[in-house]
């Protein structure tokens, strides 16, 4: 029988040049998207889909990201102290060895950033989120994949398909044989030039992989 998926590697040492001006200041993976800072709704997927261990590569500049999710004794102390509920930081605080980090020294990519966690995924099956793509659904992207890794193994990653005029800015999956919603995939062709893409199904990076 195959190993459950327990553990998730967040790549999170970026840059975010594409969100400037905006990450002049702030990891985008802490920019807000309603109530919440995006980095939030990685983990609540995560959450959702039975992870236990959240593994941050992280880079200069992210030790916002490792506070987030620690306990604020000093605010919560406050807010105790004037009646208010503490519900609201619940999701933000991390269980005893819930978030793990490493840190990334160059940027070398989104493979080197996974292969920086190496020796905390260990012998297991992994999965891989990028926060900065926002995936919205119930049940969410990572549970339904976790699902169907416990049916068939192996490797998986999310497909979303996207319009034929924009699958030159992406990663494209060349697919095979389908049952229901999986698809097997034969290949992949990264930026595929305009009208030569193999079909319209691109990688949000959503993985679960065979350490």
Same mark, same amino acid.
């Given at each position: 029988?195959?190993?459950?998926?327990?553990?998730?590697?967040?790549?999170?040492?970026?840059?975010?040049?594409?969100?400037?001006?905006?990450?002049?200041? @702030?990891?985008?993976?802490?920019?807000?998207?309603?109530?919440?800072?995006?980095? #939030? $709704?990685?983990?609540?997927?995560?959450?959702?889909?039975?992870?236990?261990?959240?593994?941050?590569?992280?880079?200069?500049?992210?030790?916002?990201?490792?506070?987030?999710?620690?306990?604020? $004794? %000093?605010?919560?102390?406050?807010?105790?102290?004037?009646?208010?509920?503490?519900?609201?930081?619940?999701?933000?605080?991390?269980?005893?060895?819930?978030?793990?980090?490493?840190? /990334? #020294? /160059?940027?070398?990519?989104?493979?080197?950033?996974?292969?920086?966690?190496?020796?905390?995924?260990?012998? %297991?099956?992994?999965?891989?989120?990028?926060?900065?793509?926002?995936?919205?659904?119930?049940? &969410?992207?990572?549970?339904?994949?976790?699902?169907? $890794?416990?049916?068939?193994?192996?490797?998986?990653?999310?497909?979303?398909?996207?319009?034929?005029?924009?699958?030159?800015?992406?990663?494209? @999956?060349?697919? &095979?044989?389908?049952?229901?919603?999986?698809?097997?995939?034969?290949?992949?062709?990264?930026?595929?030039?305009?009208?030569?893409?193999?079909?319209?199904?691109?990688?949000?990076?959503? $993985?679960?992989?065979?350490?």
């Amino acid at each position: 029988m195959s190993k459950r998926v327990r553990k998730a590697v967040f790549p999170v040492a970026g840059l975010g040049t594409r969100l400037l001006p905006a990450t002049k200041s @702030i990891p985008k993976e802490m920019i807000t998207i309603v109530d919440r800072p995006l980095i #939030q $709704y990685a983990v609540d997927e995560a959450r959702e889909a039975g992870i236990e261990e959240m593994i941050f590569v992280t880079g200069r500049g992210k030790l916002p990201l490792v506070d987030y999710f620690d306990h604020a $004794y %000093e605010l919560e102390a406050v807010m105790r102290e004037k009646g208010k509920s503490l519900d609201a930081l619940a999701p933000s605080n991390a269980r005893v060895g819930e978030v793990v980090t490493v840190r /990334q #020294q /160059q940027p070398l990519g989104l493979g080197h950033a996974v292969w920086c966690a190496r020796h905390i995924v260990g012998d %297991e099956p992994f999965a891989v989120l990028l926060p900065d793509e926002l995936m919205a659904g119930k049940p &969410g992207c990572l549970a339904q994949m976790v699902e169907a $890794y416990d049916r068939v193994g192996g490797n998986i990653v999310a497909a979303l398909e996207v319009p034929d005029s924009e699958t030159h800015k992406y990663g494209v @999956i060349d697919p &095979g044989a389908a049952d229901g919603r999986l698809t097997e995939i034969r290949g992949m062709v990264e930026k595929p030039a305009p009208g030569t893409a193999p079909s319209n199904l691109m990688l949000p990076v959503r $993985y679960t992989l065979q350490p």
